[in-house]
């Protein structure tokens, strides 16, 4: 009879994930706070940081990144790139990362995609089909919570609020974001995921063997760790 991985081996793993998640999120810090060091008036230092609040990441932590991208404690030579591209059946895709070797960043990005199907494309071939915007995803399942969320938010200027099932998404322009996030946590309403994000104007549907084949890649891409975020215009199944 097989054995299943040690407790020692789950925690490893579970480790290293952890650190992945760390690094890229104290590679954001990093880059964020070259607008300044100070989130009261840097609203993507200020997502940046709650982001890794919420990911249990030590202050000191935080605080040494916002320090090094801000130019106090050492040069910080992190590039923000940008690529567009297509997964299996041309399904669209936006690639950021953070690198300080586009080199070799742009040759695992080519890579990851020719092993699925896909390829990279010119600036700007998919881009039209996104939009950046704020998106605050909470729980809703409490009764009356949908509607005290779909309340706060409007007022506070959201231009959209999609329930489905005992989520609530709430859509909001980039610039009005920060403004609706604090209005909902002024409320108590804490979100399970608040960031700007590109945000497809319509997703395309996929079989099954596409929708696979897509959550590898995007499984892949997620394990390089000069990949930050990676958005598809694909409708995957929950």
Do not use: C
Not at 137 to 143: R, Y
Not at 149 to 169: C, K, Q
């Amino acid at each position: 009879m097989g054995r299943g991985p040690s407790i020692e081996g789950r925690k490893n793993a579970e480790d290293a994930r952890r650190g992945k998640i760390f690094t890229k999120l104290i590679r954001e810090i990093t880059v964020a706070a070259r607008n300044g060091a100070d989130p009261a008036t840097n609203a993507r230092l200020r997502i940046a940081i709650d982001k890794a609040l919420s990911s249990n990441m030590a202050k000191d932590t935080i605080e040494r990144a916002v320090k090094r991208g801000s130019g106090a404690d050492g040069a910080d030579d992190m590039q923000e790139l940008r690529y567009e591209g297509y997964g299996p059946s041309g399904v669209a895709l936006i690639i950021d990362a953070m690198t300080d070797n586009p080199v070799r960043t742009v040759a695992d990005v080519r890579h990851a995609l020719s092993k699925h199907g896909g390829n990279l494309g010119t600036s700007g071939s998919v881009a039209f089909q996104f939009a950046r915007v704020g998106q605050i995803i909470l729980d809703t399942s409490a009764p009356g919570a949908e509607d005290k969320v779909l309340e706060i938010a409007l007022d506070a200027g959201a231009d959209d609020v999609l329930a489905e099932g005992a989520r609530t998404t709430v859509l909001v322009a980039a610039e009005h974001f920060e403004a609706v996030r604090k209005a909902l946590a002024d409320a108590g309403v804490q979100p399970l995921e608040a960031d700007v994000v590109m945000r497809p104007g319509n997703r395309v549907a996929v079989t099954d063997e596409v929708a696979q084949t897509l959550t590898d890649l995007l499984d892949w891409l997620d394990e390089l760790d000069d990949v930050q975020d990676v958005y598809h215009n694909a409708a995957l199944p929950d």
